[in-house]
């Protein structure tokens, strides 16, 4: 099993800055892609931003605003996001996939963390 444990959700007024961080541990042997989604009220889950050993990916929504950074060493995905705006906020969940000890995918989900932007 892998875990996912996130941290630096909080409230933040607008144009402030917050910084996410998820630690993935248990039974992993290598991670593929580590990322950042979203949840508003009432609203689908979206893909915030992602990176892969060759790549990342941002929202059209977030691009220059929010950077997202990884440690292999550590199994950890960090997101920086600066500039914030009200329709930032969400619960942001960390997401992590790749092969377990066992050489079986895994697709985990953190428990989410919430960011709110508001004076």
């Known amino acids: 099993q892998v875990q996912l444990v996130e941290s630096g959700g909080g409230l933040v007024q607008p144009g402030g800055s917050l910084r996410l961080s998820c630690a993935a541990s248990?039974?992993?042997?290598?991670?593929?892609?580590m990322g950042w989604y979203r949840q508003a009220p009432g609203k689908q889950r979206e893909l915030v931003a992602a990176?892969?050993?060759?790549?990342?990916y941002y929202a059209d929504s977030v691009k220059g605003r929010f950077t997202i950074s990884r440690d292999n060493a550590k199994n950890t995905v960090d997101l920086q996001m600066s500039s914030l705006k009200p329709e930032d906020t969400a619960v942001y969940y960390c997401?992590?996939?790749?092969?377990?000890?066992?050489?079986?995918?895994?697709?985990?989900w953190g428990r989410g963390t919430q960011v709110t932007v508001s004076s």
């Open positions: 248990g039974s992993i042997f290598s991670i593929n892609v």
């Open positions: 997401n992590v996939r790749g092969r377990d000890t066992g050489f079986t995918t895994f697709d985990s």
């Open positions: 990176i892969s050993s060759f790549s990342t």
